[in-house]
């Protein structure tokens, strides 16, 4: 039986890594200087606001990191996340795992106001929401890295790739994975990038089936039902995915699997699954090395922020309103 799953898991990811998504050799690269003669001050202009924003309350840090990563896992990182529903366009924000959860939207509205009076028309909200991402790790304690830029902003938007590709909170392993392969990331990458729940808060209806089940102990997670009850309502209460530093980007949300307590169900999987054998290997040295843990997230959002929408280069634009197309 395990042999099995395990097969069928296998040859899905083999299958699955020879989908090409993403960049294609001919986009035009990515580059860390691409603004420096037409908007020298935008890695300034965009630290200034994160500041105010993550120091006005520190889970925007969070906000900001996962508006990010849901933008890259739909067409690219082309900032097709942003834009607002209109009667022509059907935008990502409505898809089941951004409805009633996605938010954060007004600190990348207020960064690129602020560009738009520096430099008008020239950093697009791709480039800014990448920046941003990084500068609101720092700001809560993560690792610093160097942002390649140079994206275009998307004319379209995929309410149903938004339903698709994204993670949700109760699948498993093999379908956590599987989603970062399509996008070109690896398993190590995958590992990486959910230890951004380090930081940030999770609602009731994403952890209720997780709080509920038999949990080895965690009177923690336990706790929780107070918070989460079993029944109807409360669906949107938040809990705190690192309940030990809430608020600091380090490497405890391991540590926390390694005692069954990971608050999602995604997450305790890369230690707890039958099949999280590489998985578990990376949790573990996460937990324990979070130099390590630092480096290996550092070049996992570069890599992610690298899906590139290749149609954005050729029909995008620079948006003036992140929240729509240039008319
Ligand atoms: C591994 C697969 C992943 C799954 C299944 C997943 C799922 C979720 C869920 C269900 C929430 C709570 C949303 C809510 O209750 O409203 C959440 C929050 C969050 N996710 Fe993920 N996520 C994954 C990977 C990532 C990655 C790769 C990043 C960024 C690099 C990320 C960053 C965040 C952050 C910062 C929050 C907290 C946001 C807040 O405070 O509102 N996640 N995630």
């Known amino acids: 039986m395990a042999t099995s799953r395990l097969s069928v898991f296998l040859s899905l990811v083999v299958t699955l890594s020879t989908v090409p998504v993403g960049?294609?050799?001919?986009?035009?690269?990515?580059?860390?200087?691409?603004?420096?003669?037409?908007?020298?001050?935008?890695?300034?202009?965009?630290?200034?606001?994160m500041e105010c924003a993550v120091l006005s309350d520190p889970r925007n840090a969070a906000l900001v990191v996962r508006l990010h990563f849901h933008d890259c896992f739909v067409q690219g990182c082309d900032g097709s996340v942003l834009l607002d529903d209109t009667f022509t366009l059907k935008g990502e924000k409505t898809a089941s795992p951004n409805v009633n959860s996605l938010i954060g939207f007004?600190?990348?509205?207020?960064?690129?106001?602020?560009?738009?009076?520096?430099?008008?028309?020239?950093?697009?909200c791709a480039d800014i929401l990448t920046i941003a991402a990084r500068d609101a790790v720092i700001l809560v304690g993560g690792p610093y890295w160097d942002v390649p830029l140079g994206r275009k902003d998307s004319k379209t938007a995929s309410f149903e790739l938004a339903n698709e590709n994204i993670p949700t909170a109760n699948e498993d392993l093999r379908g956590?994975?599987?989603?970062?392969?399509?996008?070109?990331?690896?398993?190590?990458?995958?590992?990486?990038?959910a230890g951004a729940h380090t930081i940030g808060m999770a609602r009731c209806e994403n952890f209720r089936a997780r709080i509920y089940e038999d949990l080895g102990g965690s009177s923690h997670l336990s706790g929780l039902k107070s918070t989460c009850p079993a029944a109807e309502g409360g669906d949107d209460n938040i809990a705190p995915m690192d309940y030990v530093s809430p608020n600091v980007f380090d490497n405890s949300f391991y540590s926390l699997l390694l005692k069954n307590e990971g608050l999602l169900n995604s997450d305790q999987e890369m230690y707890s699954s039958v099949l999280a054998v590489q998985t578990k290997g990376l949790v573990r040295k996460y937990a324990e090395d979070s130099v390590a843990f630092f480096q290996q997230f550092s070049d996992s959002m570069v890599k992610m922020g690298n899906i590139t929408n290749s149609d954005?280069?050729?029909?995008?634009?620079?948006?003036?309103?992140?929240?729509?197309?240039?008319?």
């Open 23 to 49: 960049s294609l050799a001919s986009d035009p690269p990515l580059t860390l200087d691409y603004y420096s003669s037409s908007c020298p001050t935008v890695l300034e202009i965009v630290r200034k606001e």
């Open 106 to 124: 007004e600190i990348i509205d207020r960064i690129k106001n602020y560009l738009e009076s520096e430099c008008p028309g020239i950093v697009s």
């Open 176 to 193: 956590i994975i599987s989603k970062f392969l399509y996008q070109g990331l690896s398993i190590t990458d995958t590992v990486a990038l």
């Open 312 to 327: 954005s280069f050729v029909n995008g634009q620079v948006r003036k309103n992140c929240r729509f197309i240039n008319t």
